[in-house]
């Protein structure tokens, strides 16, 4: 039976998609969730501070945003913003591990690394444009077989090409997160012990370790970065720097909070035993509950947390957010209204205080919350959740105009241009010229309606 050819359609078509596959195996995901959290930014910025201090001016203002994902990651995806996963976090051993992956994602900042991914890539098109021509070529004389060898042989050196270079950006951000530690005074030794755990997962995950190809990988491998790393961490004046032990059990109590609202409650409930009476435990224990739709369990967690440090603003804002989510909002009050105090008007404390006053139906604490929840927008206009609660105030008080204001910025920020733009063409009716509503109204509006043009392009 005569073997069919391929078409030239086809040839292109497999051609494109491998292209297609090269460009996009390095870049990271952006599907994931953001995790919002006053307690664990807190933290996160406090980790990374002395090291974009130390990292030098053009990092300042640095992020370390939370993703919800339970793959052991961290990445930079352009700007000044590194996302790290919830299962980085949770895989972590303590704080300096932490440390020395914010360092390293720091290097990669420092290094304009997101920047010249074009210049990788330029090489590696470079390549698989040539074997695609030479390809055609080869098919449109005949020699389907040889097209189709030669267009194999070039993607596989486009992707060695693009492999390379990318391990290449890996190594100079590793050297770059070690320098920045060392200049801050923080030890390196997370940073060796983070890389031997993925060593040890490396190995779990693959059936044959000791053949895996180092040249087949985006990274370097781990062994190998573990052993060109600790050398030079050893070098530094910080090897045996102790972290701080506040610092740490804060990191602790970070950990098993994650644990408890991101895994699964059996899950935590096996990791975190009621015979555990620690702080992270009770932490843990009172998520795993609340998750679970057992309010008088989490409380009970709560009011342990709250007999250990009665002022702490984290555990009272637990208390208050398990309160107000099992129907009993004038009784989260009270604990909300001291932490929203305790934390100089948190915005995420303040956005949740300015629900509970809402969900209360009272009128008399309509006028708390436009005040509570304006200074939490002020603070931090990205909270979708805090503009539809003012949105809901200001609907309450007949302020049409402004509400569909709020609204706009919440459907903007939920990435929904069409509802954002319809809803600020009408609080542009409403609100007078000129002032700072009116004008943020403009932008959305303007934002909108060219994010909705290009999508129609596309």
């Known amino acids: 039976m005569a073997r069919r050819l391929p078409s030239l359609t086809t040839f292109w078509r497999a051609a494109v998609a491998l292209l297609l596959a090269v460009m996009l195996s390095a870049r990271p995901a952006m599907a994931q969730s953001v995790l919002r959290d006053a307690e664990t930014e807190a933290l996160l910025a406090d980790l990374a501070r002395p090291i974009i201090a130390a990292a030098g001016p053009e990092v300042a203002g640095t992020k370390v945003v939370l993703l919800q994902d339970k793959e052991i990651n961290a990445f930079v995806a352009g700007g000044q913003v590194i996302y790290v996963h919830s299962g980085l976090i949770t895989a972590a051993d303590n704080a300096n591990q932490v440390q020395g992956v914010i360092a390293h994602e720091l290097g990669h900042i420092t290094g304009g690394h997101i920047v010249r991914f074009g210049e990788g890539m330029k090489v590696a098109s470079g390549i698989s ?7 055609a070529a080869a098919i449109a004389a005949g020699g389907a077989e040889a097209g189709m060898g030669i267009l194999s ?10 492999l390379a270079f990318s391990r290449t950006q890996e190594s100079s951000a590793d050297a770059a997160g070690a320098s920045f530690l060392a200049k ?3 030890s390196g030794k997370g940073s060796i012990a983070f890389f031997q755990k993925l060593r040890q997962q490396e190995y779990r995950l693959s059936s044959s370790y000791a053949n895996t190809d180092p040249y087949a990988q985006t990274h370097p491998m781990s062994a190998d970065r573990v052993e060109v790393l600790e050398a030079e961490y050893k070098k530094s004046p910080a090897w045996n720097a102790r972290t701080d032990p506040a610092l740490e059990a804060r990191f602790q109590r970070i950990k098993a909070k994650l644990a408890g609202y991101v895994d699964d409650p059996t899950t935590t409930l096996r990791h975190y035993p009621v015979t555990d009476t620690s702080v992270p435990a009770h932490y843990a224990r009172a ?3 609340h ?4 309010p008088d369990q989490a409380l009970k967690e709560a009011d342990a947390l709250l007999a250990v440090a009665p002022h702490d603003p984290y555990f009272l804002e637990l208390k208050g957010q ?3 989510e099992s ?5 989260a009050l009270v604990p909300l209204r001291e932490a929203v105090s305790r934390t100089n008007s948190a915005p995420l404390i303040a956005s949740t205080f300015g629900h509970a006053l809402i969900a209360t139906e009272d009128p008399a604490n309509f006028v708390e919350a436009q005040k509570v929840l304006r200074t939490s927008v002020q603070r931090d206009e990205d909270n979708p959740f805090a503009w539809y609660q003012l949105g809901i105030v200001y609907a309450h008080e007949g302020d049409i105009a402004r509400a569909s204001l709020a609204t706009a910025m919440r459907y903007s920020l939920q990435g929904n241009p069409k509802l954002a733009l319809g809803q600020a063409e009408t609080a542009l009716r409403g609100i007078p010229e000129g002032t700072p509503d009116y004008l943020r109204a403009e932008d959305i509006a303007l934002s909108s309606r060219a994010e909705i043009a290009g999508s129609r392009k596309r």
Request: net charge positive; charged share 15%.
């Open 184 to 186: 801050a005074g923080i």
């Open 287 to 289: 998520y795993a509950w």
């Open 327 to 331: 129907g009993r909002p004038k009784d």
């Open 129 to 135: 444009i040539l074997s695609l021509l030479l390809g």
């Open 153 to 162: 042989a070039g993607q596989q050196a486009a992707m060695g090409k693009f």
């Open 322 to 324: 398990v309160l107000l």
């Open 291 to 294: 998750k679970s739709a057992y």
